[in-house]
Nanobody, 125 residues
Framework: QVQLVESGGGLVQAGGSLRLSCAAS????????MGWFRQAPGKEREVVSRISRNGGSTLYADSVKGRFTISRDNAKNTVYLQMNSLKPEDTAVYYC??????????????????WGQGTQVTVSS
């Protein structure tokens, strides 16, 4: 089992920045691919970003490329999402997710068996 706890959400004005953190426990963190997803009101949950086990490979949704950066610190069992140039359309609940050990789910939500409780990000115009 993997437990995930997100933090760092909040209210920010358009153009501002936030950094989300996700602390993992229960499994050797370096075995896990990590992802960030988000769900806006009335919309389906969508992938934001994914990072490989050693951080060498990342992917981003087109809507956040060039503005968001995913990173991880395996010594701290933590994955981060740095969000810059935030837009009102980035408003959503952001979820951290972890893969099964050594399995890369890419952007497929079904490939992430472990999820955090979510953290609210609200961007005002």
């Amino acid at each position: 089992q993997v437990q995930l706890v997100e933090s760092g959400g909040g209210l920010v004005q358009a153009g501002g920045s936030l950094r989300l953190s996700c602390a993992a426990s229960g499994r050797t963190f370096s075995m896990l691919y990590m992802g960030w997803f988000r769900q806006a009101p009335g919309k389906e949950r969508e992938v934001v970003s994914r990072i490989s086990r050693n951080g060498g490979s990342t992917l981003y949704a087109d809507s956040v490329k060039g503005r968001f950066t995913i990173s991880r610190d395996n010594a701290k069992n933590t994955v981060y999402l740095q969000m810059n140039s935030l837009k009102p359309e980035d408003t959503a609940v952001y979820y951290c997710a972890a893969s099964a050990p050594y399995r890369d789910p890419g952007s497929q939500q079904s490939g992430y068996p472990y999820w955090g409780q979510g953290t609210q990000v609200t961007v005002s115009s």
